[in-house]
């Protein structure tokens, strides 16, 4: 029997649009998610809807699910709940009202686990690339206390929030990494096009070239014979390198660690990863998920290997009887404010408030931290870019000065 059941349970479904005319001769549409035509056409027979159409569904395009996709779906979703919106048929406007067809596919697929008796959140478990623990656990806690509406308000506001981390993060790192792109492009074409040019014009000048344009022209020389070799060099580097850090555990734990240290970078890096440990850690307590339980999504979570081990050490003494305040200070980890503030938490009775105080008080450090650095980096961009590009040009234009003051003389 349950051999039978598992190999049944492995039929691949698609979904089918079907037209046809019912007993009375009017025509009808729908959509069925079986295994075959076969199996529309039977079902529609024994509905005494006669087939005249049977079309499978398909959703080919559409790219990938992004963290923007499942957050406006979860706010979608939440919104209809509130309103009294049934929830399959949430789903089914939800996921037939998106532009992306990856997203309706996910959406439907979730929405026929969900038919066939499936809980949401076991529905979600079955799709972790896009459904984290966090995600799966308050929705679970919805399920249980009743409370599924709110609960997905207050999941759609978290992913909101960090979802507006992560981009200021990025715009902040974006600016700086495209201007080296840029830089580095214009430094290969003036080298590669430009001072062979000028190296032709002295040839004719039958006199020492000074030390800096000699020095130019020597690189110019390595790019122009070996630029097939230097492009792949740096370009197959930067892959690797982001490679090798996606995949690699022990290369996350070493980037993280140094990232922390960078000066600007790393004090606006640890004031976000601050913000989503302390928002994460707010949310699940304020569903009414258990402390223990809580920390284990909340080391995901944080989005720095760094805090991540940490957390599991903050679970571990809080599973043992330390309460979380010291349990956080033996980390070494959190600012004196944090800790203090989750003190008065626990003493109040009112954790998730305080965290939630304290996410809102580092999400600000974050903006007006990106701000300030926005600010800054744009003068030191300009002067990096007016001391390459101007001395490349200084040492081009030198041999022509010292020409002219000849002629001068």
């Not at 037939?96 to 959406?107: D, E, F, I, T």
Request: charged share 20%.
């Amino acid at each position: 029997m349950a051999t039978a059941g598992a190999k049944k349970a492995e039929v691949k479904e698609f979904t089918f649009l079907w037209e046809g005319k019912n007993r009375e001769g009017k025509l009808i549409r729908g959509e069925m998610r079986v295994a075959s035509v076969a199996v529309v056409q039977s079902t529609l027979r024994r509905q005494g809807v006669t087939a005249t159409k049977v079309k499978k569904q398909s959703f080919r395009g559409g790219g990938k699910v992004t963290e923007k996709d499942i957050a406006l779906f979860t706010r979608q979703l939440a919104t209809m709940m509130k309103a009294g919106v049934p929830l399959l048929q949430s789903f089914d406007i939800v996921g037939r009202g998106h532009a992306n067809p990856a997203v309706s596919k996910l959406l439907l697929d979730i929405k026929s686990d969900v038919e066939t008796g499936s809980s949401m959140s076991q529905a979600f478990r079955k799709y972790p690339l896009y459904f984290d623990q966090l995600f799966c656990n308050l929705v679970g806690a919805g399920e249980q206390a009743g409370i599924l509406d709110s609960l997905l308000d207050r999941l759609a506001t978290y992913k909101e929030k960090i979802l507006a981390i992560k981009s200021k993060i990025k715009s902040a790192l974006f600016y700086p990494i495209s201007i080296m792109i840029v830089a580095f492009a214009i430094t290969a074409v003036i080298m590669l096009f430009v001072v062979p040019a000028f190296k032709d014009v002295f040839k004719g000048f039958g006199a020492d070239l000074p030390a800096p344009t000699l020095f130019v022209i020597g690189i110019s020389d390595a790019f122009v014979a070996y630029w097939y070799i230097i492009f792949p060099i740096v370009i197959g580097s930067f892959v690797g390198f982001f490679y090798v850090w996606k995949r690699s555990e022990k290369m996350q734990i070493i980037m993280d660690r140094l990232l922390l240290r960078v000066p600007v970078f790393g004090d606006i890096i640890r004031k976000s990863v601050m913000a989503r440990w302390t928002r994460t850690l707010s949310t699940m307590f304020a569903a009414g998920v258990p402390l223990v339980e809580s920390l284990e999504s909340v080391g995901g979570a944080a989005g720095n290997y760094v805090y991540k081990i940490a957390t599991k050490q903050i679970q571990n003494e809080v599973s043992s009887g330390t309460n979380l305040t010291t349990a956080m200070q033996n980390t070494n980890l959190f600012p004196n404010m944090v800790t203090q503030m989750v003190a008065i938490g626990e003493e109040s009775g009112a954790l998730d408030s305080m965290l939630s105080k304290v996410a809102d008080f580092f999400e600000a450090e974050v903006d007006d931290a990106v701000e300030a650095m926005s600010s800054l980096m744009e003068p030191i961009i300009m002067v990096v870019l007016g001391v390459l590009i101007g001395g490349l040009v200084v040492a081009m234009y030198l041999p022509i000065f010292k020409l002219g003051a000849v002629v001068g003389h």
